[in-house]
């Protein structure tokens, strides 16, 4: 696959604000996890270097197909998913070079994102204490598979393997007999979200203790870590909760249900709820095995019946109607272009416009958190979104800024931007 190995020449974005504005963030990481914590750091407006292989860069450049643009540069949607608001600079971390402009980038960077297995940091010569060295401030999330230590700690770690041993798969599916991925890599993504929430956990306590921390997470601990009510079923009642298909475990009637011409969702979450919605649909809300939520919990398939042939008369669009006029909560199961397309996915900034550097302008999904001056007076969510980036794109720049500030002796409180 062809990549870009010239500076970019166009002007960068101006500073975009935001909560992280004049932070320095520099991602070592790749494929997902790590990558999707840096850029959630950066739609809260730090300034985000993507450290990447020369030649290659981030391995999921050449995750696809589907591959969108010209064919001789064809460009992965996989690597636009998870490197907004980004630069790129392409560093081999073996050579001197390399290894020189990383030891720069630190000594004035705030946080410091890697995924490497445990161990291959500190061959590079960039061990926590070596980082710490360099510039005590630093805050570093290391994202591993398994977890840094413990007896399997030097496994791989990748998304769907960790699904199953994590348990989830067993969750998920129509049947035990069917075990299933979540459709995103879900464990990837909990695993950054994670990572993020620690940097600023650390951040906010460097402001305390002027020093900075190493915050650890891993696809493993991020999944088990949202077990939720499943866990504790196992830890404390002592079941083993098997895949059921789409229908709550622990509250009925609660699922996807068959309607006249397809399917609609409602979940009946109240005993209150459940009276309402059993008299405008002729169920017999006291009868024995319907009269409580765990006696419904008990007779999940006659509950799924009953349901079923009280829909059987209605289309989803006069269902969904009827049921949202008496408070029931429903919805239909939309395919992701019309998510995309859906005003009120637009309304809350959920889809971001940006002008890429070979694609030309293209929307991408946005980032999920808004922030608001007091009173709601004004929204200060960072608004303008830098496309991913082609590789090595500010290598120039970077290292132009980097002569242009001199060496540095630890994080900057305000990180200045890069030339112009």
Not at 276 to 305: M, Q, S, W
Request: glycine share 12%; with cysteine.
């Amino acid at each position: 696959m062809n990549q870009h190995t010239t500076p970019h020449t166009t002007p960068d974005p101006e500073p975009a604000g935001g909560p992280l504005a004049g932070t320095l963030v520099v991602d070592l990481s790749r494929a997902l996890a790590g990558p999707h914590a840096g850029m959630m750091l950066a739609d809260l407006g730090a300034r985000v270097i993507k450290v990447e292989t020369p030649g290659t860069g981030d391995d999921t450049r050449g995750w696809g197909p589907p591959f969108v643009g010209p064919e001789d540069d064809p460009q992965a949607t996989y690597f636009l998913s998870c490197n907004r608001n980004k630069e790129s600079v392409a560093l081999d971390l073996k050579s001197e070079d390399g290894a020189r402009v990383l030891r720069e980038l630190v000594a004035r960077a705030d946080v410091l994102v890697e995924n490497f297995r445990p161990g291959v940091l500190d061959r590079l010569g960039f061990s926590v204490e070596e980082l710490h060295r360099l510039n005590p401030r630093l805050v570093v999330l290391s994202i591993t598979g398994f977890g840094h230590d413990g007896p399997e700690s030097r496994r791989s770690g990748y998304d769907q393997i960790v699904q199953g041993e994590a348990g989830l798969m067993s969750l998920t599916g129509s049947g035990p007999e069917d075990p299933q991925r979540v459709g995103v890599p879900i464990a990837d993504l909990l695993a950054g979200m994670n990572g993020a929430y620690g940097v600023l956990a650390a951040l906010y306590e460097r402001t305390r203790t002027g020093a900075g921390k190493v915050v650890r997470t891993s696809l493993l601990s991020s999944v088990v870590g949202v077990h939720a009510f499943q866990g504790t079923r196992t830890t404390v009642a002592h079941e083993v909760p098997l895949a059921q298909g789409n229908h709550h475990p622990s509250i009925a009637p609660y699922g996807l249900f068959s309607c006249r011409g397809g399917k609609v969702q409602i979940s009946v979450g109240s005993e209150k709820l459940w009276r309402t919605f059993a008299e405008a649909f002729g169920l017999e809300a006291d009868r024995p095995e319907f009269a409580t939520n765990a006696d419904r919990v008990r007779n999940r398939p006659a509950v799924i019946a009953a349901v079923e042939q009280a829909f059987s008369a209605h289309e989803p669009v006069e269902l969904l109607e009827r049921l949202g006029r008496i408070g029931i909560p429903a919805g239909k199961v939309r395919a992701l272009d019309e998510v995309y397309a859906w005003e009120q996915v637009r309304s809350q900034g959920l889809v971001v416009g940006v002008d890429h550097e070979v694609l030309g302008p293209i929307e991408l999904p946005g980032p999920a958190v808004r922030f608001f001056a007091p009173g709601d007076a004004a929204e200060t969510t960072r608004r303008a979104h830098a496309a991913p980036p082609v590789l090595d794109q500010h290598g120039a720049t970077v290292r132009a800024w980097l002569d242009a500030t001199g060496a540095g002796s630890g994080a900057a409180t305000e990180t200045p931007e890069p030339p112009r």
